[in-house]
């Protein structure tokens, strides 16, 4: 219950006037009691049968402020615990309003019913995806300990631009194994997406596996925490595969490439040139254009886009 004082009345700190605060307030209590009683019966009635929407119009109604004796009177603890039983009755809109009311206050639900309301809430509401992974992460709120279910909230909470969870994730992959197939390219942009998150080559343990296909599999069964994809083998792979995993972040440098460099002096570099871009207008090329992993065929570089290139490179090497 919250009492906001109206700052048109002065009130001195003599025992008589603690005592008519406290004379407003019973009566004030009174007040609210008669008048919700005549408005709420027949909500009440259909709340306490499973009815979500009637439990959020009660809810609702605990919300208005009513004015009596000179005091705003809002009862926030009643309108929580309504908002509560339509979130556990399948409102889905209510378990996020109880959520922000139960941050807001800095307290948490009891019991069991912490876990059923954040796993509900989560769905509209990225804090408490995270209230629901330190509960994973430290086996409270009557769950199990289970790391990977831990990780896999405080990711949701951090798309949802919920910081501290990004923080806990970022602390947590500081302990963890990045495994990848041996490329240098893709560690070096991988480590500088991590610096994001204050996160350096020094802080991590590398498993180099034959195959992205391998890394995949070491994700998925928990052996390491992070793996690093070539963006176009990830999005080849198989949905089953994908929906198991999550993107916490895809770079897009399209102005690096692998590049054919021939000497200025070579005789036939126009033959040579012509040839390659037109590997795509015959059967036989596109094969090889396939095995390459380029079906798009090669494409013609200026000398400034060339050096700009080299200049982004040593820029991610620093």
């Known amino acids: 219950m919250k009492i906001l004082e109206n700052p048109q009345r002065k009130i001195s700190g003599t025992t008589s006037s603690f005592f008519q605060i406290a004379v407003v307030f019973a009566i004030s209590l009174m007040f609210l009691d008669e008048v919700r009683a005549e408005t709420t019966e027949p909500d009440r009635k259909a709340c306490e049968g499973g009815n979500p929407t009637a439990c959020s119009r009660l809810a609702q109604k605990y919300e208005k402020k009513y004015k009596t004796g000179g005091y705003d009177i809002i009862d926030w603890r009643s309108a929580r615990a309504f908002y509560a039983k339509a979130c556990y009755?399948?409102?889905?809109?209510?378990?996020?309003?109880?959520?922000?009311?139960?941050?807001a206050s800095g307290d948490s639900p009891e019991g069991t019913k912490r876990a059923e309301l954040y796993r509900k809430a989560c769905e509209g509401s990225a804090w408490a995806c995270n209230e629901l992974a330190k509960l994973y992460d430290y086996g409270h709120g009557g769950l199990?300990?289970?790391s990977k279910k831990a990780v896999n909230m405080y990711e949701k909470s951090c798309a949802g631009n919920y910081l501290p969870a990004c923080s806990t994730l970022g602390m947590k992959y500081m302990r963890g194994k990045v495994v990848m197939a041996d490329n240098r390219d893709v560690k070096l942009i991988g480590l500088r997406l991590l610096e994001a998150v204050d996160i350096e080559e020094a802080d991590l343990s590398w498993d180099v596996?034959?195959?992205y296909q391998a890394a995949a599999r070491k994700v998925i069964k928990g052996e390491a925490q992070v793996a690093f994809f070539l963006a176009e083998i990830y999005h080849s792979l198989s949905r089953l595969t994908k929906a198991q995993l999550s993107v916490l972040i895809e770079s897009d440098l399209a102005d690096i490439s692998h590049v054919l460099l021939v000497k200025a002096d070579f005789s036939d570099s126009q033959i040579l040139l012509e040839a390659l871009l037109n590997l795509y207008q015959d059967e036989d090329g596109k094969r090889?254009?396939?095995?390459?992993?380029?079906?798009?065929?090669?494409?013609?570089?200026?000398?400034?886009?060339?050096?700009f290139m080299i200049d982004l490179m040593e820029t991610l090497l620093d």
Do not use: N, W
């Open 89 to 103: 009755a399948g409102d889905m809109k209510s378990c996020v309003i109880v959520a922000d009311m139960y941050r």
């Open 144 to 146: 199990k300990v289970d």
């Open 209 to 211: 596996t034959e195959s």
């Open 288 to 307: 090889v254009l396939t095995e390459l992993g380029m079906p798009q065929g090669f494409e013609a570089m200026s000398e400034e886009d060339g050096e």
